[in-house]
């Protein structure tokens, strides 16, 4: 049922309650049976043991689950019928180690999603305040969790509101309600009923929960509680909200998928080829033999699966994440930190977000002059600029600004750490602030000082249907009455001006004052208007307010705006620079929405398209999704309109961010590619459900965040490049030897793989991960904020990476091949010639890495500009020479020592490849410029 066009009588008997006597014990008692506690229902949350099960379903990880499984196949074997148990025991190290790779991976998965989403713990948690509530004829404080339908409440400035509300009375009666309508100027609250279309924005003549009362007081009756309040179902939009995987997680996922399928192709080939080999050779499979096809499937299973990814990915993130946190940016999850780089649109919400959510003069009237006021915010610190550029005279509206101050209730205070603090009423505030930049304060003009003694006599508060408010005071031997209030109520009561000092007859200036307004007004600036009258001592302490605000004379009237951000409108244009489009979506009027909108830069016209809530209400997806990438401003919207752009938005295949920091942000935030929170202004349900937190609450660390981003993705590709070159190399090194290897060389076997399955995870545990921590750290190659974002529906193989990869990881496999025949035909050992092949793609890897932090080649960076790769490489090198020369590794691994002639060429060889194919890249790459400035130059 809708309440906002409903009367107070039908309310009350449609909820069988008295206004008198409110509901009886038994009554609410029944209905907290019936409609459950005051609260917020939460999802249940996954069982610990099930989430850490989850990470083990990715294909990567099944490969290596399932090569375990064939190490300790084989190791059983040996151990209980061929009796070799060197061989088993280096199964069972295989196995062990591909586990330790598995559970590393498996507890950062587990980390990371519990330590995810917390927005309904947040929501639930929010509601923990008492209600003044009318049980029995007796008003009583009880806890908000113990609410019910039908209740009669009773608020006072400074409650907050728990439940949605239907107003009976309500004096003086102003609510915020910005965390949930995005308007930042308080609402005053009527009883009226209104049409039942009514926005909620524009619900005066109800209350909802979660809202707080900054001036007057109410009553108000209970018709909804729990999940049937706005903010219950903004929670229920929540729940209904699915984690969103990010670009780099799709990309991953896919890629993953594609490895799982060519590993699985070419382990049942090898094992097929094998088997098939024998039969036709001998004319029998010998079960013997299948412990020598183990260890090839065993290897091969891990040389195709890079099984680092998962924890460089993660560890490269986290340096990301390190990253943000010197920006002011708090990441709460890893994956978000690469969404960034790939955001398309930003979804902004205004107030909080690209305004400062504290209302405030920036121009005004008085004394007949035009002023601009400069400063934002409470800070009380500014000049007044004239029309010329100059700071004005005091003298000129010093009396104006003493009204403003004497009619008000409002202050502001500096708190502990200096920053000023506002109390009371926002539009009075921002009208004491005002006054305070030029060192008027209300207080000061009370104090009994001199000759000049100020008293306030009377107040007669604001009434929404006067839309005035009135002070009555005695200055010196003189009563005045000061009245403040909207220009077109305030005009019918003016007869009379200041202008240079002098009261003069309102016709010499009503054309300016009224030219003036419009122009206020045409900048969504909220107008004030500020008047004064001298009266008599009875008229002082007798008159009616309708006697008192008549024949009055106009001080001059101030335009109030919630104004943006200083830094906003630059970051606006960087991310424009950078095809980042910028989207306000704001719970605030149009007219004032177009206005910040085209002040920020967010669109360039005043003819640029604005779609309000009413009009989005009538639209189908269809109609919505037609016109979604052509607007930038969409105002007086509801939380469920925000997630119905973003995720058209999403269904063009855009990367959308979403920034807020009110309640009413929440939903849309969790929708989003990546939510971005304010984490000073911001609520705790919208920190909770976002992935990113602005430490300082500034839209230029998004900016940052942005560029940061693309870095981060910038070095996941130069990882994703070194490593599955390493993988192919490994693959084509082992698989060379499998069908090229058809008889015995010297004392290697037809059927012994080129490396062992440990010294491919050394590699990629060691020589391969290292150095690839180290790329996180990389400087970007460009100036990446002028790039296009990168399309996330490609794969992370597209432009021309794949076939980058399949070179350098081909002649590198080669490479490593024959070195392990030649090694084999020289009669050295097979733990040698394994050990030679191993190094040649230890060396060849730590070379490749220096040209995989290109996306051109090695000569066009500088190979010492990232001093943690050179460490790397280095430690990478030095053990992985080391584990040749220890006992214990030679045991475990399969190694075996060599000669210092052996290690030097070994080293020098394995450079070949690396230098030989970027060196030819680099000419083919300067004759085509050169041909492209030929043509040039011919055509000029």
């Known amino acids: 049922m809708k309440w906002v066009n409903q009367t107070a009588e039908v309310i009350l008997e449609r909820l069988e309650t008295s206004r008198l006597t409110g509901l009886s014990d038994q009554q609410a008692t029944t209905r907290l049976e019936r409609y459950g506690p005051n ?143 995005g308007e930042s100027d308080a609402i005053t609250k009527t009883v009226d009923p209104l049409a039942a279309d009514t926005e909620l924005g524009d619900q005066t003549n109800m209350g909802f929960s979660g809202s707080m009362v900054v001036n007057g007081n109410g009553i108000g009756v209970v018709v909804a509680t729990g999940m049937q309040t706005e903010l219950g179902k903004i929670s229920g939009l929540m729940q209904g909200i699915d984690d969103q995987k990010t670009p780099i997680e799709k990309s991953v996922h896919s890629l993953s998928k594609k490895l799982l399928i060519i590993a699985a192709g070419i382990i049942l080939l090898t094992i097929g080829y094998d088997l098939v080999k024998q039969l036709i050779e001998t004319g029998a499979i010998a079960i013997d033999s299948l412990a020598g096809i183990s260890s090839t499937a065993i290897a091969i299973a891990v040389a195709s699966i890079p099984d680092a990814m998962p924890v460089v990915l993660s560890i490269v993130l986290t340096i990301g994440a390190k990253m943000l946190a010197d920006s002011k940016g708090l990441v709460k999850s890893l994956s978000s930190v690469e969404t960034l780089g790939a955001t398309t649109y930003i979804a902004s919400d205004k107030t909080g977000t690209l305004t400062k959510n504290e209302m405030t003069v920036t121009r005004f009237l008085a004394n007949g002059e035009n002023y601009r006021v400069e400063g934002n915010g409470y800070t009380p610190v500014g000049d007044f600029l004239g029309t010329d550029g100059k700071p004005g005279q005091p003298d000129d509206y010093q009396r104006f600004l003493e009204v403003a101050v004497l009619n008000n209730e409002a202050e502001i205070k500096p708190d502990d750490q200096q920053n000023w603090r506002p109390f009371g009423n926002p539009t009075d505030v921002s009208l004491v602030v005002l006054a305070a930049k030029q060192g008027v304060k209300r207080d000061a003009l009370l104090e009994k000082s001199g000759d000049h003694d100020i008293d306030i006599i009377r107040v007669i508060p604001f009434d929404s249907t006067r839309k005035m408010m009135t002070v009555v005071i005695k200055e010196d031997d003189k009563y005045y009455s000061l009245t403040k209030g909207a220009p077109d109520v305030v005009a019918l009561r003016t007869t009379h001006v200041l202008l240079g000092g002098h009261v003069a007859d309102i016709s010499n200036a009503q054309d300016h004052i009224d030219q003036t307004i419009l122009d206020f007004a045409g900048d969504a600036l909220r107008t004030i208007a500020i008047t004064q009258r001298e009266v008599t001592e009875k008229q002082a302490l007798e008159a009616t307010s309708e006697e008192l605000e008549r024949e009055l004379c106009f001080l001059g009237v101030v335009g109030i705006i919630d104004p943006p951000r200083e830094e906003v409108k630059a970051s606006i244009k960087k991310l424009t620079a950078a095809s980042v489009n910028v989207v306000m979506i704001t719970g605030d009027h149009d007219v004032t929405a177009k206005a910040i909108a085209k002040q920020l830069g967010i669109i360039q016209s005043d003819n640029a398209r604005v779609i309000v809530g009413r009009t989005l209400e009538k639209m189908s997806d269809e109609d919505l999704a037609k016109v979604v990438m052509d607007t930038n401003v969409y105002a007086r919207v509801t939380p469920e309109h925000k997630q119905r752009i973003v995720k058209q938005l999403q269904k063009h295949k ?190 060849g890897q730590l070379w490749h890495v220096y040209d995989a932090r290109s996306a051109n080649t090695l000569f066009d960076r500088n190979p010492f500009s990232n001093s943690r790769l050179t460490l790397a490489v280095g430690f990478a090198a030095t053990s992985s020479i080391l584990v040749t020369l220890i006992p214990f590794f030679n045991h475990v691994m399969g190694t075996a020592s060599l000669s210092m002639g052996l290690y030097a060429g070994i080293i020098v060889i394995s450079a070949i490849p690396t230098f030989v194919l970027s060196g030819i890249k680099k000419l083919v790459k300067r004759g085509g410029r050169q041909r492209r400035d030929w043509d040039v130059a011919e055509e000029e």
Request: glycine fraction near 6%; hydrophobic fraction near 50%; avoid cysteine.
């Open 39 to 181: 609260q917020l229902q939460q999802t249940e949350r996954e069982p610990a043991w099930r989430m850490f099960l989850k990470s083990f379903k990715e294909p990567l990880i099944i490969v290596l689950l399932i090569a375990t499984t064939l190490a300790l196949a084989s190791a059983l074997y040996d151990f209980n019928v061929t009796g070799d148990r060197q061989h088993a025991m280096a199964s069972v190290y295989e196995a062990v180690a591909i586990l330790l790779i598995v559970a590393i991976n498996g507890g950062l998965t587990f980390y990371q999603t519990r330590s995810a989403q917390k927005s309904l713990d947040a929501l639930a948690n929010l509601r923990q305040h008492h209600m003044t509530v009318l049980r029995g004829q007796t008003w009583k404080s009880l806890a908000a969790t113990k609410l019910v339908p039908g209740d009669i409440v009773s608020v006072k400035a400074g409650d907050f509101i728990e439940g949605d509300l239907r107003w009976l009375k309500a004096s003086e009666l102003q609510i915020n309600e910005s965390h949930l309508t």
């Open 654 to 843: 855009q990367v959308v961010a979403m920034t807020g920091d009110g309640i009413n942000d929440a939903p849309a935030l969790k929708a989003a590619d990546i939510g971005i929170a304010m984490g000073i202004n911001g609520t705790e349900v919208t920190k909770d459900a976002a992935n990113l937190i602005l430490l300082d609450d500034k839209f230029t660390t998004i900016e940052k965040s942005v560029e940061s981003g693309r870095t981060i993705f910038s070095n996941i590709l130069n990882f994703m490049r070194h490593e599955l070159t390493t993988n192919v190399a490994e693959v084509l090194s082992l698989l060379l030897g499998v069908f090229l290897i058809t008889a015995p060389i010297e004392q290697v076997t037809a059927v012994t793989p080129t490396l062992t399955a440990l010294m491919v995870l050394w590699v990629n545990m060691i020589s391969d991960s290292l150095p690839s921590f180290a790329l996180g750290y990389d400087r970007p190659e460009s100036d990446l904020m002028k790039q296009q974002p990168r399309n996330t529906q490609q794969s992370i193989l597209a432009n021309g990476m794949l076939r980058r990869v399949l070179v350098r990881g081909g002649v590198m496999g080669g490479l490593v091949f024959v070195a392990f025949v030649w090694a084999a035909s020289q009669g050295f050992s097979v733990a040698q010639s394994q050990t030679i092949a191993f190094l040649t793609l230890v060396f």
